[in-house]
């Protein structure tokens, strides 16, 4: 297919410039294009949460998006999370709590679990499945990254 | 220090929380091309002919390969004598999905593009759907040469069940039927391939055993072991779903024929649609005991689904058909199993190999009995249950049983006793509330399919720098045995654990191991490690014992330091002595070796089934709380106290994560997985109609470890991450009977299902 359609988004604090196709997803364009493989793709069709990026601020799934609707737009990955070695509290909080096992959910389920705690400091329990009700995790039930938000609320109001 | 039971997060957490971890779906290769399969659309028909010119034509399009291009052979998975598929379909497809063609092209929507243009002409022919229908004479046959489609038949006799019958006060019985379900794991399968000019293949795939993959694709490829390297990949998940997959070697096909290395990945309709979901059974059981909860006597018939082809579904079947007859001490059985092929999607393993079938009639069985003589169904099992050093009726040697401990722990944190008495008191006119009890076992490695080779080995390196790397055949499917392995040696050692890591397989360096299923991991590899560390060590401890003028046997290694037991400023780090040990050997590295093979376990008896088939077995009792709404027939699950005898916890952290993802599959089991299939038809292939368990659907799980430490287990390990799956759909079915008075037999426990039974009792 050819790749004539002009984008720029701004991915990662940095804008980018490329050539896609018409019909290529969002999701495409950052993991074939730009190797952005932290964005997983699960389902194909926004069921499971797996390809949540941020998209002008908000966590939105990217698999059935296509790319050039999202041409001018601001667009934060997990690879975009860490501020180089050092680690988002949300992030250090899932490795602490035994939340990953396979980790093919967490890069979703991370950048979920940043945006709840930015927009809402002390979820209760409830709020957190609330929020990370549009993912799929197979391997850890659920429950270590529900434990592993409420120890990334407690890491965050130390700082 | 690290200690045996620590909480160890991941040793592969980083790059998993920052994305840069590489899945086999994200790895790339310079200038590879992308494949897909055409698959057939109807469920039985005969190819009458193939014509892929068009397809071949297209722009950006580098090879198009069917059965017809090819002599390819017969092949089955490892150990399986049937052999009755080939990669691409030549005469017959036999299932909507069966694989007819592959292209490779330059992206995924040219291939797409190309396969629309391929013209299949087929003479579609009688299918048959159910494995009853399918065993019938007359009945349509998926394969010619299997008379009534049954694949396998497998017939067990004990004792005398007429007599014991007789003997019986009390008699139950129930068909019990679990549905198509698949494992889900996130990640789709995916695979790249490349040959180089000595005609070597290389498979970058993640996979459960690169060991058993390289010896299918062999056979299906028509070549030779040495010609085949596979290099393991990280994996999203697999739960038995990613051992041997055919969407590998046709990749190998395709990087063959355009001489290019080429990448293949399913989309989650092919996952649902051709790859290998869980068997489907029908079981009649019928039971009886004495007055006083003693069980006497079982008899069995099975009628499981194979699907189109032969996966692994015999030893599926040996598993649902005998391990569930070792968990109480019960003497007269009575079995009949049949293995049928039908027109669908071919089953294979998923978490629990035949178990969460069986057993899901077996403890709904042993709660009716419980029920029929009026005992408590807790004090029925701990009357029944197998014992630390019993030999079973099917010869399998207990080293260590921890049933009853598990049982009396999971009803004491339960409040069982109160709430079996009291939840009776919360009904309202359309909410009972109710509480079950389940039990269940497993093995640790199981001796099933390769008569020539039990175990597992690994080797520990230690490297000029101090650099600690655990070579093993065993691979991480995210459950963490990586994790497990560099905390064992790093106890070993008495090193950190960071010191320390554990590459994923590679069939050029690594040892030759069957890799990750039948809860073998731990209990094998654990052992094989642990040795390979202690080996590694002794060859350390030489070397500072020279330097430090100390003898070897006086020496201890703690936070990576050997010093003298006598005295502690007779010291060396431990990597100066890894300076010194390769310096003084010209670079030769320290490679301590380990291995095991489990003593007095045996492939069973071709005839009776019997045999110690593993070296530890592990056990589960859990408890499931529910509230039934009566009037929707909607089950919530309220809470579930699981209780395992693992031997010993090793990684605590990560151990009680094996039970959290186990309860949350074994919930959706119960209550809300299927794969609807009309006439041969997957009609909800995606995650919007397949139903698991999301965050709010998982109640408060208790996880509690019943340290049973097996003699044969590392430290006393044994299995943990199958069986605690197991349990949990006939615990939720007790406790729907408890809350609601009605036995569910039919799997998943959806509302109408529910309903349906309300109204029965009724009226």
């Not at chain 2, 010119?53 to 092949?75: E, H, N, Q």
């Not at chain 2, 459950?479 to 905390?487: C, I």
Request: proline share 5%; aromatic share 6%; charged share 25%.
């Amino acid at each position: 297919m050819k790749k004539n359609v002009a984008v720029k988004m701004k991915i990662n604090g940095t804008w980018v410039e490329a050539f896609i196709t018409q019909k290529q997803t969002l999701l495409d364009f950052l993991r074939e294009d730009l190797n952005l493989t932290g964005t997983k793709k699960g389902c194909g069709t926004g069921d499971c949460g797996s390809c949540i990026v941020f998209l002008n601020g908000r966590p939105r799934t990217i698999c059935t998006m296509i790319a050039v609707n999202a041409n001018g737009c601001e667009i934060t990955t997990i690879e975009g999370l860490a501020k180089g070695t050092e680690l988002h509290p949300v992030q250090e909080a899932f490795m602490q709590a035994g939340a990953i096992q396979c980790g093919y959910c967490t890069p979703g389920m991370v950048l979920e679990a940043v945006y709840l705690l930015e927009h809402n400091p002390a979820p209760t329990e409830n709020e957190i499945k609330e929020a990370i009700s549009g993912h799929i995790c197979r391997c850890t039930g659920y429950v270590k990254i529900i434990e592993a938000i409420k120890l990334a609320h407690d890491k965050l109001l130390k700082k | 220090m690290v200690e045996i039971g620590d909480r160890i997060p991941l040793i592969d957490a980083v790059e998993k929380v920052t994305g840069t971890l590489k899945f086999g779906s994200d790895f790339k290769l310079p200038g590879m091309l992308y494949g897909k399969v055409l698959r057939s659309p109807l469920p039985h028909a005969r190819i009458l002919s193939i014509d892929v010119s068009r397809a071949r034509k297209l722009f950006g399009i580098r090879a198009v390969v069917t059965g017809w291009d090819y002599d390819l052979p017969l092949y089955s998975v490892a150990g399986e004598k049937n052999v009755d598929e080939r990669l691409l379909a030549k005469e017959k497809v036999r299932y909507i999905g069966d694989e007819v063609a592959a292209v490779a092209g330059v992206d995924e929507d040219t291939v797409k593009e190309a396969l629309k243009r391929i013209v299949v002409e087929y003479e579609e022919i009688p299918a048959v759907f159910d494995p009853e229908e399918a065993m019938r004479e007359g009945a349509p046959l998926v394969h010619e040469n299997v008379k009534q489609n049954i694949a396998r038949i497998m017939r067990i006799r004990h004792g005398d069940v007429t007599k014991a019958f007789l003997e019986s006060d009390a008699v139950v019985e129930g068909t019990f039927k679990t549905p198509l379900v698949h494992q889900a794991y996130l990640e789709p399968h995916s695979a790249v391939a490349q040959w180089d000019l000595q005609a070597r293949l290389t498979l970058w795939i993640p996979t459960q055993s690169p060991t058993l993959a390289r010896m299918t694709y062999a056979n299906a490829l028509g070549i030779t072991q040495d010609k085949i390297r596979i290099i393991q990949l990280p994996m999203g998940g697999a739960f038995g779903g990613k051992l041997e997959y055919k969407l590998h070697p046709i990749c190998a096909l395709l990087a063959r024929e355009t001489n290019l290395p080429v990448k293949m990945t399913n989309t989650r309709e092919e996952e649902f649609t051709a790859t290998l979901p869980r068997v489907p059974m029908v079981t009649k059981m019928k039971a009886g005991c004495k007055k006083d909860g003693t069980l006497l006597v079982k008899q069995t018939e099975i009628i499981a689904d194979n699907g189109a082809y032969m996966n692994y579904g015999p030893g599926i079947l040996l598993s649902a058909t005998t391990r569930h007859d070792n968990l109480y001490r019960l003497k007269n059985i009575y079995s009949d199993s049949y293995l049928v092929y039908t027109n669908k999607v071919p089953t294979g393993c998923f978490r629990g190999f035949g178990c969460p079938q069986s057993f899901f009639a077996l403890e709904s069985i042993v709660d009716m009995l419980a029920n029929e003589i009026g005992m408590d169904p807790a004090e029925f099992r701990l009357k029944n249950a197998s014992k630390t050093g019993d030999i079973t009726v099917h010869n399998w040697h207990l080293g260590s049983c921890g049933l009853s401990e598990a049982i009396s722990k999971s009803t004491e944190k339960s409040k069982w006793y109160n709430k079996r008495r009291e939840l009776k008191l919360k009904r309202s006119v359309d909410i009972a509330y109710g509480i079950g009890l389940a039990c269940c076992l497993h093995v640790s490695g199981n001796r099933t399919f390769l008569p020539f080779f039990d175990g597992s080995s690994a080797y520990v390196r230690i490297d000029e720098a101090g650099q600690v790397i655990v070579l093993t055949g065993e691979t991480d499917l995210g459950q963490g045995s990586r994790t497990t392995f560099a905390l064992i040696v790093a106890h070993e050692l008495g090193i950190p654990t960071e010191w320390v890591s554990v590459p994923l397989v590679d069939t050029d360096f690594s040892p030759h191991g069957l890799g990750t299923f039948g809860d073998r991991v731990t209990t094998l590899g654990g052992n094989a490690v642990r040795r390979a560390a202690l080996d590694a060590k002794r060859q350390l401890l030489d070397v500072a014992s020279r330097d430090l003028g100390v003898d070897s046997s006086k020496l201890i290694i703690e936070n990576g330091i050997i010093f003298s037991k006598k005295d502690k400023n007779i010291s060396m780090e431990f990597k100066e002595a890894a300076r010194i040990a390769s310096h003084r050997r010209a670079g030769a590295m320290i490679l301590g070796y380990g291995h095991f093979v489990p003593q007095n376990v045996s492939m069973v008896d071709p005839e009776t089934k019997t045999g110690n088939i593993s070296c530890a077995y592990p056990f589960v009792a859990q408890v499931a709380e529910v509230k039934v709404n009566l009037k929707s027939g909607d089950v919530k699950v309220l809470s579930l106290t699981a209780a395992h005898d693992l031997g010993k916890t090793i990684n605590t952290l990560m151990a009680e994560g094996q039970v959290h993802g186990a309860i949350a599959q074994g919930i959706g089991f119960a209550l809300s997985e299927e794969m609807v299939v009309k006439k041969g038809r997957i009609t909800n292939p995606n995650f919007k109609r397949y139903r698991m368990p999301k965050a709010k659907d998982i109640p408060r799980i208790r996880t509690i470890f019943v340290e049973s430490n097996d003699p044969n287990g590392p430290y006393g390990a044994k299995g943990l991450a199958e069986p605690a799956l197991t349990a949990v759909a006939p615990a939720i079915a007790n406790a729907i009977y408890h809350a609601a008075g009605i036995w569910l037999t039919s799997l998943p426990m959806t509302p109408e299902k529910v309903k349906d039974e309300i109204s029965k009792m009724k009226s």
